[in-house]
């Protein structure tokens, strides 16, 4: 609790660790990702170490396809000297168990700390593009989502997790929805593509259909998923900008402009660190584009059954706007009070640490709407624990 608020962490992460992949089948154990520390990286800052994934370096601070996310120095103690010196990140001053969850009380303690009562928990965004091959993929996602469900399962009542549901194998993506029921996942997650496809492409349509009657949430989390963006992206502000802020409005586009959420009317979706300002252009641009292209499509039937103004008002629609986003009150008008979830990013070192107490310091919210905003709202979408 921070200020007699009660607090929902509505997307914190999980730092990329080898203790993950565990419980990954034998035959995969060689593709497993590995750390990589640079021989001559010491002029690269925190980025002298990298995870070896499917044969590329990731995360990497040049060239297309740059984006910032977890290294191996964050969590593996032989980088220790690493951690101590690079203050720009918050994880690098924190216990090793409290950034992997392997140490559940240190990140408790952490929470404790933050004001936070309950926690929902990412993994890396470098699972987006993990791996070339779809089943070595899913077995990846499977192994994460295994070692985090094991994690939290004795403090469930303040840890909440999320799945990765891997959508490029479809028995991969079923083995994976029974194993986040049975072990009792708060949501699923993916990006705001699959590669190059769209999440409203009809060879997912299988999938999307045994999703549905799961009951889970789904999140759609930033994430460098679409490979034509990411080959524009040659520094981390291109990949903040481009490659990683933009297929929120694909992912939009799949849900309310393809009808998925006309097809499954009991799917809730939130889109998360994407910031919330881009839904305004989304929601503007297909209102007039609907109308306009009724009379000169060649098949209107292609067009979203549902007025995109009914879908945002109906509940449905989640957003993680940032604490000191400036539109907040014009998106409290747009998706309703009961829509926009808080997020710490904890315990990525982007400027988030202090959002609660943003949230609560803010003169243009009422009490009701920040507690919306800082409990209810995630307690609606997740689920009380």
């Not at 299988?206 to 520094?235: D, K, Y």
């Not at 799917?267 to 300002?277: C, D, I, S």
């Not at 919210?365 to 409990?375: E, S």
């Amino acid at each position: 609790m921070l200020e007699g608020f009660k607090i929902y962490d509505a997307d914190a992460h999980v730092l990329m660790t080898p203790e993950m992949w565990e419980t990954l089948p034998k035959q995969y154990w060689l593709r497993r990702p590995r750390p990589v520390k640079f021989g001559d990286g010491h002029e690269l800052g925190n980025w002298g170490t990298g995870w070896l994934v499917d044969g590329r370096i990731e995360p990497h601070p040049f060239g297309p396809g740059t984006h910032a996310a977890n290294t191996p120095g964050m969590v593996l103690e032989e980088y220790g000297a690493n951690r101590a010196r690079a203050g720009d990140f918050t994880a690098f001053s924190l216990p090793v168990g409290c950034v992997t969850m392997g140490d559940v009380a240190d990140r408790l303690t952490a929470m404790d700390k933050l004001g936070i009562d309950v926690q929902v928990l990412f993994p890396s965004t470098i699972y987006a593009t993990i791996a070339a091959d779809a089943t070595l993929e899913g077995e990846l996602f499977r192994a994460y989502n295994r070692y985090i469900g094991t994690r939290c399962r004795d403090a469930a009542k303040r840890l909440r997790w999320v799945g990765l549901l891997p959508m490029r194998d479809a028995e991969q993506a079923r083995l994976a929805m029974k194993e986040m029921v049975a072990m009792g996942a708060a949501a699923a997650v993916v990006f705001g593509t699959v590669g190059d496809r769209m999440l409203s492409h009809p060879s997912f349509e299988p999938i999307w259909n045994e999703f549905s009657r799961t009951g889970l949430p789904l999140c759609v989390h930033m994430a460098m998923s679409f490979p034509p963006l990411a080959q524009l992206c040659e520094s981390i502000q291109d990949a903040n900008m481009i490659g990683k802020a933009m297929p929120a409005q694909l992912a939009f586009m799949a849900m309310a402009g393809h009808g998925m959420l006309d097809k499954y009317p009991s799917l809730k979706v939130a889109f998360l660190e994407f910031g919330g300002e881009w839904i305004f252009y989304s929601v503007g641009r297909m209102k007039q584009y609907a109308e306009v292209n009724k009379g000169r499509m060649a098949d209107p039937s292609m067009l979203p059954k549902s007025e995109v103004d009914d879908l945002v008002k109906s509940g449905r629609i989640y957003l993680g706007p940032e604490s000191s986003d400036a539109m907040l009150a014009h998106e409290l008008k747009l998706l309703g009070d009961g829509q926009l979830l808080y997020s710490s990013d904890f315990p990525h070192g982007e400027g988030r640490d202090n959002a609660a107490m943003e949230i609560i310091e803010r003169q243009d919210l009422t009490k009701d709407q920040k507690r919306k905003f800082l409990y209810d709202n995630a307690a609606a979408f997740y689920g009380e624990p």
